[in-house]
T-cell receptor, first 113, second 110 residues
Framework: DAGVIQSPRHEVTEMGQEVTLRCKPI?????LFWYRQTMMRGLELLIY????????DSGMPEDRFSAKMPNASFSTLKIQPSEPRDSAVYFC???????????FGQGTRLTVV | RKEVEQDPGPFNVPEGATVAFNCTYS??????FFWYRQDCRKEPKLLMS???SGNEDGRFTAQLNRASQYISLLIRDSKLSDSATYLC???????????FGTGTQLKVEL
């Protein structure tokens, strides 16, 4: 099993540009999570999906952030326009069933300059 | 009060020592509890789930105290390879909202 696959692994972009992060969950998993990790705030849940439907997006910081899951094997997190304070590591994770082990991708390290 | 709180550490301990971490949570309705491990610049990985009766996996023991709303992780006979950040995870909302603590850093030294 390939595990959760995220792309790109690293992204450096200029303030104001649009950034799209991609995630392929583990096949058969019905939950998908997007987290953001910074030194100051740790791992924060941004949004999660169940069977491709967004369930809780209360962690999305503001309207500049949006997430989609068009099918069971693909999700995107978009930031438009990006700002330097968005610099962080963004993790995607998936799980099978509720309250079970979440498997994380390797993360996307985003730097906005 | 934060939903999940941990002492950030770092805990610096000699090899072979026993070390314990605690984590408190605010939602009395939480039902699922986990400890994850995260190595530097890597993704978090499940270390162990925490069951009501407590559970043990080799040198690692996890306990849950519902009355006081905390979970603990005990590591016996620490190894250099145990050096990492240990994240407490609790379901904090309806459905499957898993909230991570900010982590406790452990450094095992010779």
């Amino acid at each position: 099993d390939a595990g959760v696959i995220q792309s790109p692994r690293h992204e450096v972009t200029e303030m104001g540009q649009e950034v799209t992060l991609r995630c392929k969950p583990i096949s058969g998993h019905d939950y998908l999570f997007w987290y953001r990790q910074t030194m100051m705030r740790g791992l924060e849940l941004l949004i999660y999906f169940n069977n491709n439907v967004p369930i809780d997006d209360s962690g999305m910081p503001e309207d500049r952030f949006s997430a989609k899951m068009p099918n069971a094997s693909f999700s995107t997190l978009k930031i438009q326009p990006s700002e330097p304070r968005d610099s962080a590591v963004y993790f995607c994770a998936s799980s099978f069933g509720a309250r079970t082990e979440a498997f994380f991708g390797q993360g996307t390290r985003l730097t906005v300059v | 009060r934060k939903e999940v709180e941990q002492d950030p550490g770092p805990f610096n301990v000699p090899e072979g020592a026993t070390v314990a971490f605690n984590c408190t949570y605010s939602n009395s309705a939480s039902q699922s509890f986990f400890w994850y491990r995260q190595d530097c610049r890597k993704e978090p990985k499940l270390l162990m789930s925490v069951y009501s009766s407590g559970n043990e996996d080799g040198r690692f023991t996890a306990q849950l105290n519902r009355a006081s709303q905390y979970i603990s992780l005990l590591i016996r006979d620490s190894k250099l390879s145990d050096s990492a950040t240990y994240l407490c995870v609790v379901d904090t909302g309806g459905g499957n909202k898993l909230t991570f603590g900010t982590g406790t850093q452990l450094k095992v030294e010779l």
